[in-house]
Structure formats: C-alpha cells, structure tokens
C-alpha cells in the first residue's frame, strides 16, 4: 500500500511516501511556525524523489494532535483536501501515538502542553495503556510513577524532560515531532474512517473584548 504520511502537531514539518514497510521518500524541517507554507511544497519534493504521482497514492495518514492547534489544523486541512482530490482514504493518528510507536517496554510520550502542563499517554511496546489526557506537571510524574512503578521506562516527546525528575534511571528522547515515517505505517494498519482534531483543551488564544 502507498501511504503519504504527514506532521504538523509538533514543532517540525514532516512528510514520508511509504510502500508497506518501505521508506520511499522522507523529508522533516523543524520549525515552530509556518507548517502552512512549507507542507505543500515538501510533500510535492518527496512525492518526486520516490517518483510517483500523487494518483499512485492509496492512503493518506495525518497527525491529528495534541499539539500545535494551528499546526494540526494545517496537516489535517491538507490531507483532507487530499484525500477529497484523489480518492485516498485519510486516517488519523494520535501524535502521541507516533512519538512511541517505535519505542520498546513501558513508553509514556508527553509533549510540553505549556503553562505547566504535559500531554500524556502510556504505552507498553507501542500499545496503548491509557487514554491521552491533559495534565499539570505534579498530576502527570505522580501518574507516571504510579503506572511505572519501579520498572524500566522511557519518556519521549518534549515534554519528556519537564517530568523526568520521577524516573531518574529512564531513557529521554526529544524529537522535534512525529516522524512521518511512523505515521504512515500507523496509518495502513487501521481502517480510514472520520478524521478529527484531538483538542485536550481550550485553546491559549481569545477573542478580544
């Protein structure tokens, strides 16, 4: 199955065209705006550096948060339009999902939800074992040590660091964002249906008085 998988929840804009568990064309920038004006134009790149038209593609797999309100509004926006184009089936996927696809054993992804919150889900090789809920710093390290209770784990996502003081012992990565890589390959293994934004709460912004 060709599969273009895209990000724009986190503070990177990637893009992968996939066959199955091939990697065909990859390409991330990071950025902590202007996912708007860089997506199309990356996606066009990598369409031709695996050398296919966008007719060729059978899925389109798209973060569809928590993160970046603009951000994921962008990526998924374009998917859409997408998939409404081309007849591809759109599937969204949880950017916290794709940031542990790949980690092994006991994973908690958290990304930096600011003012002194995480996004937080637990996963236990990939799978999940909690719902992705928004919460203070203090609610989020007691949850991790909690579910960890003493085990060996890793915390991934750039909140990662604001609760690794609980786990000393535990493996931190940062990534700027999900890879797109992982995305598309999360992506062929679910059923396409509706695709909506994963908002865990309001947005910082508000309307003038």
Not at 74 to 79: E, K, P
Not at 90 to 96: E, I, R, S
């Amino acid at each position: 199955m060709i599969v273009l998988g895209l990000d724009t929840c986190l503070t990177a804009c990637s893009v992968a065209v996939c066959d199955g568990a091939r990697v065909l064309a990859y390409e991330s920038q990071a950025m902590a705006r202007g996912h708007q004006e860089r997506l199309a134009p990356m996606a066009e790149r990598v369409m031709a550096q695996a050398g296919l038209p966008f007719a060729a593609l059978q899925r389109i797999g798209v973060t569809v948060g928590p993160g970046s309100f603009t951000g994921l509004r962008v990526g998924l926006a374009f998917g859409k339009g997408l998939s409404a184009a081309l007849g591809a089936p759109l599937a969204g996927v949880g950017a916290l999902e794709a940031l542990a696809a790949e980690a092994e054993g006991l994973t908690f992804a958290a990304i930096d939800a600011r003012r002194e919150q995480v996004y937080l889900q637990a996963f236990e090789d990939g799978r999940p074992l909690s719902a992705p809920d928004a919460l203070a710093l203090g609610v989020a390290a007691a949850r991790v040590a909690e579910i960890a209770a003493g085990r060996p784990l890793t915390l991934v996502g750039s909140g990662a660091p604001l609760i690794a003081d609980v786990a000393p012992a535990a493996r931190v990565l940062t990534p700027e964002g999900a890879d797109a890589r992982l995305v598309a390959r999360l992506a062929a293994e679910r059923e396409p249906g509706a695709t909506r934004p994963l908002y865990l709460r309001a947005p910082d912004a508000r309307l003038p008085a």
